[in-house]
């Protein structure tokens, strides 16, 4: 038997996301941008699928681009800013998911912008003092780019304060909600942001496809040329019957959200209260309080003998967990997120993810398999 504890790095798929997309593949196939009947056919299911996520987040439906993935989303919407609304400084976090790091990288090396770092506490939240100078300290036309949620540790930032701090300074605000959309209530006319990003394969939909939501006032045009769907915002012919299991999803997840969310934390907390039960010196990495993602708890171990090996035992287990990343689980490489938050680098950080199927049964079989490597 295996127990799935990776959730953060992706999700299985709902047999009734899985439903709903069956008749895109064969019966429904037509090219979304054809006249005739079986192009509008499909053309109307991506009409509908964009009406519903653009409702989910009271977002208007011009204002949903359908993409790849959370890595799409979010490189469209920074090299956007950048290329197509004169961005010329970019504020981020040492924390960042890859897809955000890297394309700042990007923008930093090949478009020339001004690349700043907003200080992180031992836990990894935001300091919104240093966030205020650093936008006080110049003038230049800025995109603050922070995520909601870290998808290592799990901490949260208050998204609606620092998109507050944005606007006071009159700067571009995007968030990676990756972690976050279709867990937590989003409301962009409440927090005031100009892009979130989503992918579907982290609440139970299919993987490779995503959304960006970008404020009607801040559009960016599109990175990817050729034909003219998403009303010329992304060329390429759509990924239908993916964008309608997006929309299926996303509407499943927030029909049970509050009842999904309070079984998930209460597993957290059941594990984290296991874990310190008989664990002498573990720590978490990351918030463990109201301030994280109620799916992820980052754990380090005391070092010892066996823990050095503890992902490939866990895995021979049956047990699927992951070390730093998930992006880049079995990489073998070391965590930045881990790294930024200078702690302690004998200890093995293990990020367990939960989902609304796992179990409290599971939770006390992944302790005492975890007891028996750790322990003996
Ligand atoms: C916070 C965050 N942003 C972006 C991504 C990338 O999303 P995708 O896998 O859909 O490209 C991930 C995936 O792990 C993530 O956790």
Redesign the pocket.
């Known amino acids: 038997m295996k127990i799935y504890f990776d959730n ?3 999700t299985p798929l709902d047999t009734h996301v899985l439903e709903a997309m069956m008749p895109y593949f064969a019966e429904h196939f037509g090219n979304p941008s054809s006249v005739y009947s079986y192009g509008r056919d499909t053309r109307a299911a991506i009409e509908e699928a964009r009406k519903t996520i653009a409702a989910l987040i009271n977002a208007q439906p011009g204002e949903i681009i359908f993409t ?7 490189n469209m919407a920074i090299k956007g800013a950048v290329i197509y609304l004169g961005v010329e400084r970019i504020i981020t976090s040492p924390i ?2 890859h ?2 790091e890297y394309t700042v990288d990007f923008c930093r090396d090949f478009l020339k912008v001004q690349v700043d770092l907003v200080n992180i506490d031992e836990q990894g939240n935001i300091d919104l003092d240093d966030l205020s100078l650093l936008l006080k300290s110049s003038d230049k036309k800025t995109l603050v780019t922070l ?1 909601h ?3 290592e540790i799990g901490t949260l930032a208050d998204i609606e304060r620092i998109a507050a701090i944005c606007k006071e300074h009159n700067v571009l605000f995007h968030s ?1 909600t ?2 976050t959309f279709a867990h937590f209530e989003l409301d962009v006319q409440k927090i005031n942001v100009d892009f979130i ?1 989503g ?4 609440f139970h939909g299919p ?2 496809v ?1 959304f960006l939501y970008m404020r009607k006032q801040n559009k960016v045009k599109s990175f990817i040329h050729g034909g003219g769907q998403e009303r010329g915002f992304r060329a390429g012919t759509e990924n239908v019957y993916g964008i309608v299991g997006l929309a299926e999803a996303a509407k499943i997840a927030y029909n049970n959200l509050e009842t999904d969310r309070k079984k998930i934390l209460e597993l957290k907390y059941y594990f984290k209260s296991q874990l310190l039960k008989h664990f002498e010196g573990v720590e978490f990495n990351g918030n463990t309080d109201e301030r994280s993602l109620y799916t992820v708890l980052n754990v380090s171990f005391p070092p010892n003998d066996n823990s050095m090996m503890l992902l490939f035992t866990l895995d021979l287990e049956g047990i699927c967990v992951s070390g730093g ?3 880049s689980s079995g990489a073998g490489t070391g965590s930045h997120v881990i790294a930024a938050l200078k702690k302690d680098a004998d200890r093995i950080p293990i990020r367990f993810s939960f989902s609304k199927h796992n179990t409290k049964e599971e939770v006390d079989i992944v302790v005492e398999k975890l007891v028996k490597i750790l322990n003996s």
Request: proline content about 0%.
């Open positions: 953060a790095a992706t790849s993935g959370g890595t799409e989303a979010n960042e998911h897809c955000v995520m949620a870290n998808n990676d990756v972690q990003s992918a579907a394969h982290k993987k490779g995503g990343s998930a992006c």
